[in-house]
């Protein structure tokens, strides 16, 4: 089964769960750490939620590299994957990911089987988190705690650095899923939903 086909049954899922929240946005193809890695679906609401897909046609050769990245920056994290791919899927992400095994019907449709329930990650990194936002965005929130002007002429990695050290966990996660939920600007090739009714 192709990973299209797979990430599009994925994303009707996710909207059939998630459509009734109010301020829910699906991303397609997040990128993280400044292009460090894309993870393939990221539901943004209360939490982050990052869905990574692989398909029977994939290797799990960068998969240890990819969960290194997605382990610092997301709240929760779902691996959904071919079933040939569990028993060693299972050695690689950590015990708090969720698990979906991909099944085709005999009508040629997909089939999600939950393998093993997410949780909460329980060590995100601030600066990981931090730079989910933009430059501007980053300023934006360290103007919100008064304390943006002595970095408008900084790098960005002492602009996030700032703000990972300037709150707590909880209240830069907060600030961070506001700004995604309102950004209006994306990359031209990020395919979001928002399900705001």
Sequence with gaps: MEEQKIREALKRRVVTAYGNRPRTLIIEELGLRHGLARIDLAVVNGSIHGFEIKSEYDRLIRLAQQATVFNQVFDRLTLVAAEKHLEAA????????????????????????????????????????????????????????????????????????????????????????????????????????????
Excluded at 145 to 151: E, H, L, V
Excluded at 155 to 175: D, F, N, W
């Design 90 to 197: 299972r050695r690689i992400v950590p015990h708090w990911w969720g698990l979906l095994a991909v099944k085709q019907r005999r009508n040629r449709q997909v089939e999600f089987v939950t393998i093993r329930k997410t949780r909460q990650n329980p060590r995100p990194d601030p600066c990981a988190v931090a730079k989910l936002l933009w430059r501007e965005e980053a300023l934006e929130v360290l103007g919100e705690f008064g304390i943006a002007d002595p970095y408008t002429r900084e790098t960005r990695a002492s602009i996030y650095a700032a703000l990972a050290g300037v709150t707590t966990l909880s209240r830069l996660r907060a600030r961070v899923r506001d700004r995604l939920l309102n950004r209006q600007a994306w990359r031209s090739d990020a395919q979001r939903t928002s399900c705001d009714g």
